[in-house]
């Protein structure tokens, strides 16, 4: 039996057990044979309320594989050759006589029978807080949002949300009817879900005098809880000698108040001279390390699984994804640990948020120049502050020949665009908030062509036959244009747009592609070059459509989400969309060359290559581990 509701369905499968039992007829001309069959004439099953089963069986008892002799005409029960209604039970009478009555939830003559709306008429058993929804004989109830069904009362009661612990630590929590209410402490700021301490500390007040506030003022909220208090003198500088006084641990402290290595003394030994020069400073803790410790001591030093914990790198700064202990309630932040808007997940796959701390590089690995002339085929991909070269034979890349091209200080290479006519190498920089270009030849210089308005540039495009560049701002949520120079700037598109990532553009038809990751509602759009006939290409099926390119071969629009895990393909118009591979890790960029697909890899960490014909993957991972970001090619020929 199949049961459906609200366009879903659930099978399920009884058996019914049942005994027939009949008396011969003492008056009847036939005999009786040994072995008789039952023939089921009639069956009816109904689901009604959720929790009752009813069912109706006309069965005929006879001779096997046939009639029972003498009998001219069966009653249409037996037959189901009547006029009853399906919704009705067949009431045999005598001869071919018979009744219908509708069965329960139904009514009528029993030839046309309605489904009664309890709902309507007020013949519902729901209780307050639920709403009652009509089936087919019968009605379910439902309880409203913020309330759960109790089996012992059988009404629909409050559920306290603030025993599930859903706001933040630094938040207290207010039950209500229906729903409850997080509001972060006094001086820390959020939606209560997540709450961050107070980030301009009182310009009054010195480093060393702010520090030892905040301290005490955390042994204010946490009683009994013993802490280190910071020691100033009276200009409010730290003085070069700290103690705590609770254990008789002794250390000297530089200007910044941190410690200094080698100097720290046991309860009742000699101090250590803190007028001595110290041979090593220590690294000074970041504000992510400072709050990491802040609630440690919160939880008493032992946080559940469900606990949220500032995610800190080797470095002290904020990674860009943060979540609220191992639970799927994920966001990203800027350097600052300050929430993104429009980027929080509630499902088991991350967001894709970007880093804008750039990793220290190795002086001996800055290019501050172009290292090579790199020629076609070739793949470049960037990695944080680099963009590789890898040459490829036919469509494999050599991974021995692999080359850093550029390695800038400071910089996250995100979204990379080729023009193959003037062998320019153009790129996004989320570290610097800038875009460059450069000439791929050996020695080149890289310049900055837009330096100024930029929030969080990521996706990038050359138009190489209009001779202009077209990018996205996932910081302002828009899309500009300009010329390959950056001169005759300006914004096409600022409006219904929440995380855009990836941008492309096709020459030949005038078109421009981007896709929008919003968490809420991610899309594929399309537009002309002047931003005008916006149109949604793609939404169904959507998470995180990071990657996009055209395959100019089989003239396709093609994406990866890294939600969803596919790899698909369109026509341009939208139409005639299949799914290319369905078992990707975390895409970020996509280029297409010579019937292979090449995608950076979160994953991985990697590059990854699809063959178009076989569908068989390769991949590439570079010695270096961390995230890639945008990949280009450059082609054998300029087309």
């Given at each position: 039996?199949?049961?459906?509701?609200?366009?879903?369905?659930?099978?399920?499968?009884?058996?019914?057990?049942?005994?027939?039992s009949?008396?011969?007829c003492?008056?009847?001309?036939?005999?009786?044979?040994?072995?008789?069959?039952?023939n089921?004439?009639?069956?009816?099953?109904?689901?009604?309320e959720?929790?009752?089963?009813?069912?109706?069986?006309?069965?005929?008892?006879g001779?096997?594989?046939?009639?029972?002799p003498g009998?001219?005409?069966?009653?249409?029960?037996?037959?189901?050759?009547?006029?009853?209604?399906?919704?009705?039970?067949?009431?045999?009478?005598?001869?071919?006589?018979?009744?219908?009555?509708?069965a329960?939830?139904?009514q009528?003559?029993?030839?046309n029978?309605?489904?009664?709306?309890?709902?309507?008429?007020?013949?519902?058993s729901?209780?307050?807080?639920?709403?009652?929804?009509?089936?087919?004989?019968?009605?379910?109830?439902?309880?409203e949002?913020?309330?759960?069904?109790?089996?012992?009362?059988?009404?629909?009661?409050?559920?306290?949300?603030c025993f599930?612990?859903?706001?933040?630590?630094?938040?207290?929590?207010?039950?209500?009817?229906?729903?409850?209410?997080?509001q972060?402490?006094?001086e820390?700021?959020?939606?209560?879900?997540?709450?961050?301490p107070?980030?301009k500390?009182?310009?009054?007040?010195?480093?060393?005098?702010?520090?030892?506030d905040?301290?005490?003022?955390?042994?204010?909220?946490?009683?009994?809880?013993?802490?280190?208090?910071?020691q100033?003198?009276?200009?409010g500088?730290?003085?070069?000698?700290?103690?705590?006084?609770?254990?008789?641990?002794?250390?000297?402290?530089d200007?910044?108040?941190?410690?200094?290595?080698?100097?720290?003394?046991?309860?009742?030994?000699?101090?250590?001279n803190?007028?001595?020069?110290?041979?090593?400073?220590?690294?000074?803790?970041?504000?992510?390390?400072?709050?990491?410790?802040?609630?440690?001591?919160?939880?008493?030093?032992?946080?559940?699984?469900?606990?949220y914990?500032?995610?800190?790198?080797?470095?002290?700064?904020?990674?860009?994804?943060?979540?609220y202990?191992?639970?799927?309630?994920?966001?990203?932040?800027?350097?600052q640990?300050?929430?993104?808007?429009?980027?929080?997940?509630?499902?088991?796959?991350?967001?894709?948020?970007?880093?804008?701390?750039?990793?220290?590089?190795?002086?001996a690995?800055?290019?501050?120049?172009?290292?090579s002339?790199?020629?076609?085929?070739?793949?470049?991909?960037?990695?944080?502050?680099?963009?590789?070269?890898?040459?490829?034979d036919?469509?494999?890349?050599?991974q021995?020949?692999s080359?850093?091209?550029?390695?800038?200080?400071?910089?996250?290479?995100?979204?990379?665009?080729?023009?193959?006519?003037?062998?320019?190498?153009?790129?996004?920089?989320?570290?610097?908030?800038?875009?460059?270009?450069?000439?791929?030849?050996?020695?080149?210089?890289?310049?900055?062509?837009?330096?100024?308005?930029?929030?969080?540039?990521?996706?990038?495009?050359?138009?190489?036959?209009?001779?202009?560049?077209?990018?996205?701002?996932?910081?302002?949520?828009?899309?500009?244009?300009?010329?390959?120079?950056?001169?005759?700037?300006?914004?096409?598109?600022?409006?219904?747009?929440?995380?855009?990532?990836?941008?492309?553009?096709d020459?030949?038809?005038?078109?421009?592609?981007?896709?929008?990751?919003?968490?809420?509602?991610p899309?594929?759009?399309?537009?002309?070059?002047?931003?005008?006939?916006?149109?949604?290409l793609?939404?169904?099926?959507l998470?995180?459509?990071?990657?996009?390119?055209?395959?100019?071969?089989?003239?396709?629009?093609?994406w990866?989400?890294?939600?969803?895990?596919?790899?698909?393909?369109i026509s341009?118009?939208?139409?005639?969309?299949?799914?290319?591979?369905?078992?990707?890790?975390?895409?970020?960029s996509?280029?297409?060359?010579?019937?292979?697909?090449?995608?950076t890899?979160?994953?991985?960490?990697g590059?990854l290559?699809?063959?178009?014909?076989?569908?068989?993957?390769?991949?590439?991972v570079?010695?270096?581990q961390?995230?890639?970001?945008?990949?280009?090619?450059?082609?054998?020929?300029?087309?």
């Amino acid at each position: 039996m199949v049961v459906s509701e609200n366009g879903g369905s659930e099978t399920f499968s009884y058996r019914l057990h049942q005994n027939v039992s009949f008396r011969n007829c003492e008056h009847g001309p036939w005999t009786i044979p040994d072995f008789q069959q039952v023939n089921v004439e009639h069956l009816m099953v109904m689901f009604t309320e959720g929790t009752t089963l009813r069912y109706a069986i006309i069965n005929q008892v006879g001779p096997v594989g046939g009639e029972l002799p003498g009998l001219v005409e069966l009653n249409p029960c037996s037959t189901g050759k009547h006029h009853c209604d399906p919704m009705a039970l067949c009431l045999p009478g005598d001869g071919i006589q018979y009744h219908c009555q509708c069965a329960m939830g139904f009514q009528g003559d029993g030839r046309n029978c309605y489904d009664v709306d309890e709902c309507a008429d007020g013949l519902s058993s729901c209780g307050p807080h639920s709403e009652c929804v009509n089936m087919p004989g019968g009605h379910h109830c439902h309880c409203e949002p913020g309330y759960e069904f109790d089996l012992d009362l059988h009404v629909c009661v409050d559920i306290n949300e603030c025993f599930l612990q859903l706001c933040h630590p630094f938040a207290s929590c207010s039950n209500t009817q229906g729903s409850f209410h997080c509001q972060c402490w006094p001086e820390y700021k959020g939606d209560g879900f997540l709450c961050q301490p107070p980030q301009k500390p009182k310009p009054s007040l010195t480093v060393c005098q702010q520090h030892r506030d905040s301290l005490q003022e955390s042994l204010r909220m946490y009683r009994g809880l013993e802490a280190f208090i910071p020691q100033c003198d009276e200009k409010g500088q730290y003085k070069p000698l700290q103690c705590l006084g609770t254990t008789g641990h002794c250390w000297c402290v530089d200007s910044r108040g941190q410690e200094r290595v080698g100097t720290r003394t046991m309860p009742g030994t000699v101090h250590a001279n803190c007028d001595q020069p110290a041979a090593l400073v220590p690294r000074v803790e970041t504000v992510c390390e400072r709050w990491k410790l802040s609630l440690m001591s919160h939880y008493n030093g032992q946080p559940s699984p469900q606990d949220y914990m500032p995610l800190c790198d080797a470095h002290g700064n904020f990674l860009p994804v943060q979540c609220y202990g191992n639970s799927s309630f994920c966001w990203c932040v800027d350097h600052q640990g300050v929430e993104i808007i429009g980027t929080r997940s509630y499902n088991d796959v991350k967001p894709p948020c970007i880093s804008g701390d750039a990793p220290p590089l190795n002086n001996a690995l800055t290019y501050p120049v172009i290292s090579s002339s790199p020629s076609g085929p070739a793949i470049l991909y960037a990695q944080a502050s680099q963009i590789v070269a890898i040459p490829l034979d036919e469509t494999d890349p050599v991974q021995e020949k692999s080359t850093v091209l550029l390695a800038l200080k400071d910089s996250v290479v995100i979204g990379m665009d080729y023009d193959c006519r003037e062998n320019m190498l153009y790129w996004t920089d989320f570290g610097r908030h800038t875009i460059n270009r450069v000439v791929l030849v050996f020695g080149s210089q890289p310049e900055a062509i837009i330096s100024q308005g930029l929030v969080q540039p990521e996706g990038i495009a050359v138009d190489t036959v209009h001779r202009k560049l077209f990018w996205v701002d996932s910081g302002k949520d828009r899309i500009e244009t300009s010329g390959l120079d950056g001169r005759n700037r300006k914004v096409l598109i600022d409006s219904d747009l929440v995380n855009p990532r990836a941008i492309i553009v096709d020459a030949k038809s005038g078109t421009l592609y981007w896709t929008d990751w919003n968490r809420d509602a991610p899309k594929i759009e399309s537009s002309t070059l002047e931003g005008h006939k916006r149109k949604v290409l793609v939404q169904v099926g959507l998470m995180l459509p990071n990657a996009l390119t055209l395959d100019f071969t089989t003239n396709r629009l093609c994406w990866a989400d890294a939600g969803s895990k596919k790899l698909e393909c369109i026509s341009p118009d939208g139409t005639q969309r299949r799914v290319f591979q369905d078992a990707l890790d975390y895409p970020f960029s996509l280029a297409v060359y010579n019937s292979h697909f090449y995608y950076t890899d979160w994953e991985r960490d990697g590059i990854l290559v699809i063959d178009q014909i076989n569908r068989k993957n390769t991949s590439y991972v570079p010695i270096q581990q961390s995230h890639l970001y945008g990949i280009t090619v450059i082609p054998s020929q300029c087309l």
